[in-house]
């Protein structure tokens, strides 16, 4: 197993510091109806602009058919490596309620689906998005009405062992997480003057 916990310039809630996305899944690995609505729980109660609640979710179980045709629509990239996903859950924004066009759908769309991996997380699972998916085949595949969108295809499961994957990907799952520095990312003042 791989301990990547974020190596953080000042302390985080460790929580967000184990979140990350691994490649390596357990095909033994299961995802509980317990830990599974635990997720989705989590998800819904994520912000969203006005309350408007753009996020859905189809979730297919390693088995079943819907698993069987998310899978299909992932990228050849993906598919190498997600197979052993307990689950496969498509996330979709719905664009339109009752009032009319839903502000920046996508961006609730992401806050709910942090929410989910982070609950993930916090159930001993892992989870890895995915924006290498065949958007528009998800689209007929599972009758989407107009008014939603694709966004990430989410492979839920258990921590597998990174042998199982191919040199390239194995690589990739033992090299340490980086990120860009705080002062290249928070400005004050004017873009491009740190903050810190």
């Known amino acids: 197993m791989t301990d990547k916990d974020a190596e953080t310039s000042v302390p985080i809630h460790p929580l967000l510091a184990a979140r990350w996305s691994p490649r390596a899944l357990d095909p033994a690995g299961v995802v509980t109806d317990e830990q599974l609505r635990a997720v989705l729980e989590a998800a819904r109660w994520a912000p969203s602009n006005g309350n408007t609640q753009p996020a859905r979710y189809l979730v ?3 088995g079943d058919e819907t698993y069987a045709r998310l899978f299909d629509l992932l990228s050849r990239r993906n598919q190498g490596w997600a197979h052993p996903a307990a ?8 664009t339109v309620n009752e ?3 839903i502000p920046m759908p996508e961006y609730g769309v992401g806050l709910a689906a942090e929410n989910l991996v982070l609950q993930a997380v916090a159930e001993g699972l892992v989870a890895h998005q995915m924006g290498g998916f065949n958007r528009e085949g998800a689209k007929l595949v599972f009758s989407l009405p107009a008014d939603v969108e694709p966004q990430t295809v ?3 499961g258990t921590l597998g062992d990174p042998a199982l994957l191919d040199e390239e990907r194995r690589a990739k799952e033992l090299a340490p997480r980086r990120r860009l520095a705080l ?3 928070a400005f004050t003042g004017e873009w491009g003057n740190p903050v810190f």
Not at 87 to 94: E, G, I, K, N, Y
């Open 60 to 62: 297919g179980r390693r």
């Open 87 to 94: 689950m496969l859950v498509l996330v979709c924004a719905v």
């Open 99 to 101: 009032k009319g066009t």
């Open 154 to 156: 989410i492979a839920l």
């Open 183 to 185: 002062d290249e990312i």
